[in-house]
Structures are given as structure tokens and as C-alpha cells.
């Protein structure tokens, strides 16, 4: 008797080894996606530690080897050297891996975390465990939403760290401006924002479609479509600063959204072209010009701004998601 027990509660307790549930379902499901996500990381993090240590000290001294930063630089000066090359396209891939990171997390989700699994009859027959069709959408959200969420933060901290060391070099070449489109999103918030966005995206196109190759195809429409929308309006989620110059444009110290001429009453006109011609500016009736702008210091409120709409759309994505599932499978939910 005693033999038969040990035997009983050995063998138990052999087959509740190991993790279980619907978290461990999901992360051996998708285990490619996430060993993936991890490799992608990974590049762009070594990729963004490169060019923060050796990467910015080899384009800087080669710069300053050909004399480039002096007012009379030698005949060898090439401000775009080999090591600048290098240098850039480490840069390049960092930001790039977060530029893309919100499309491919549209795709995946779409095809593979949902449309796929409604397609092939596995959700279905989750559901019908002990799994609940709610249950199920929400572990499907949380836990990538989860690791894009690490994932993404480690590359935009890394993107900031390199953009606090290499402005020196930034100023000298004249290249990437703190607004320009995959800088501003690598810099802060949006670029998170637009991963969590993507992924309500396609898990609400994998509801709709059902099947991955049509959801994986809406997903990444739509989400262009919204990125391209916000990225329109961003520079008319703040207040402008306006600069204006009797004789000629202002400079550019920032991100540039209007500009013309000033007639003699206030009134903006579009710029006639006179350049110095008094005679034309005095018969268009023209005594200054104008530049509305964001100065750096918008950065931040620029991106809490966007970064509020996008989480916002994320929100009533993952609403309506939750509805359709719901008016899908009745009761279930």
C-alpha cells in the first residue's frame, strides 16, 4: 500500500513539472516570433552601442584628420570618410529596426497571432476548454504588448544615448535634425506608442479577416495609413512660434511648418519671388517675411501629444476588438 502511494504521488507530482497555462501556450506557440523579436533587438541595440562608443570617435577623428573643422580645410577633406559611412549606417539600422518595428508587429499579429489561429480552428477549440474567448484576446494582447514594450524602451533609451554624444558631430555634418520623421519617433514615446498601435491593429484585422494572408494585409495598411495621418498633423499638436525679418527670411532654428512674405497691413501673402528687387516688393506691397516653427524645445510636448493620440486610437482598437469577439461568440465572452 504504501509502495502503490509513493508510486501515485511520484508520478503526480512528475506530470505538473514544468510551466503551464495559457502563458506558456502562448510564448511555445509564437516561440520563433519571440526568439525573433529578441534577435531584432539585440541588432539594433548592438548596432546603437557601436556607434555611441567606437562608431561616433572614429567619424569625429576622421573628420577632424582631414581638417575639416577648421575655416580652411585641406584638399582631402571628404566630411563623408569611410568611418562616417560606418558610423551612419549603425545609426541607420537602430532607428530603423524602431521605424519598422510597429509594421512588422502589424503583420505578425494579424497573420500569425490571430488570423491563423481563427483560420486553422485553434481558437475555436481554446475556447472550448477552459480557456474563455476574453480570456484568451486578452492573453493575446498583453503579452506581446508586454515585450514590445521592453523591447522598444531598450532601443529608444539606446537612440537617446547616442543622441546626447554625438551632437557635435550632428552640428559638423548637418544631418539629423531632431524632427525629422524616424529621429523624432526613435527620440521618444511616438515610436512605443505606434509598436502597442500596430498590435491592436492587427489583432482587430485577424477578428475581421480570420484568415492570415488577408489579415496581414489589412493590418499593414491601416496602420500606414494612421502613422502617415499622424505624422501630417504633428506639427499642429503644439502652438507655433512665428519669427519674422524686414529683410529677408528668418533662419532656420527648428522645424519650419509655414513661411512667406508680410504685406505692409500684417496680411500673409505667398512670397512674390522679388529677392532684392525693391521695386517689385514695394508694388506687391511686401516689408517683411515670415517663418512659423517649433523650436527644439517642442520635442517633448510635440511627442506627448502624439503619443496621447496614438495610445488613444491603441484603446478604442482594443475596444472595438473585444465587442466583435463578443458579438462573435455570445455568451462565451
Known amino acids: 500500500m504504501t509502495a502503490v502511494t509513493t508510486l501515485d504521488t511520484s508520478t503526480v507530482g512528475t506530470a505538473s513539472r514544468g510551466p503551464r497555462g495559457l502563458l506558456w501556450a502562448m510564448l511555445r506557440l509564437h516561440r520563433w516570433a519571440l526568439w525573433f523579436w529578441l534577435l531584432l533587438v539585440a541588432v539594433g541595440a548592438g548596432a ?180 502617415t495621418v499622424l505624422g501630417t498633423v504633428r506639427p499642429y499638436l503644439w502652438p507655433l512660434e512665428t519669427l519674422t525679418n524686414k529683410h529677408g527670411y528668418p533662419a532656420y532654428i527648428g522645424m519650419v511648418v509655414d513661411e512667406g512674405a508680410l504685406t505692409s497691413t500684417g496680411a500673409r501673402v505667398p512670397d512674390p519671388i522679388c529677392v532684392d528687387n525693391t521695386k517689385c516688393l514695394a508694388e506687391h506691397d511686401i516689408v517683411g517675411f515670415y517663418r512659423d516653427y517649433h523650436p527644439s524645445s517642442h520635442f517633448w510636448p510635440l511627442q506627448l501629444m502624439e503619443t496621447g493620440i496614438a495610445l488613444a486610437l491603441t484603446a478604442l482598437t482594443v475596444l472595438i476588438a473585444f465587442r466583435l469577439l463578443k458579438r462573435r461568440t455570445g455568451a462565451a465572452v
Open 48 to 227: 546603437l552601442l557601436w556607434a555611441y562608443g567606437p562608431g561616433v570617435d572614429a567619424a569625429w577623428s576622421e573628420y577632424r584628420s582631414l581638417h575639416c573643422e577648421t575655416n580652411h580645410p585641406g584638399l582631402g577633406c571628404v566630411s563623408q570618410g569611410p568611418a562616417y559611412t560606418m558610423y551612419d549606417t549603425a545609426v541607420d539600422i537602430g532607428a530603423g529596426i524602431l521605424d519598422l518595428a510597429p509594421f512588422l508587429t502589424a503583420a505578425w499579429a494579424g497573420a500569425a497571432l490571430i488570423g491563423r489561429e481563427l483560420e486553422n480552428g485553434t481558437a475555436q477549440l481554446a475556447w472550448t476548454q477552459s480557456v474563455s474567448p476574453a480570456r484568451w484576446l486578452a492573453a493575446k494582447l498583453a503579452v506581446p504588448a508586454a515585450l514590445l514594450t521592453a523591447g522598444m524602451l531598450v532601443l529608444t533609451l539606446l537612440h537617446r544615448l547616442l543622441w546626447s554624444a554625438d551632437g557635435p558631430l550632428r552640428a559638423a555634418m548637418g544631418s539629423r535634425s531632431w524632427y525629422q520623421g524616424t529621429i523624432f519617433e526613435a527620440n521618444g514615446t511616438v515610436g512605443i506608442s505606434y509598436a502597442l498601435l500596430g498590435l491592436a491593429v492587427g489583432v482587430l484585422a485577424g477578428l475581421l479577416q480570420r484568415r492570415a494572408l488577408p489579415a496581414l494585409g489589412l493590418a499593414v495598411v491601416v496602420l500606414a495609413l494612421l502613422t
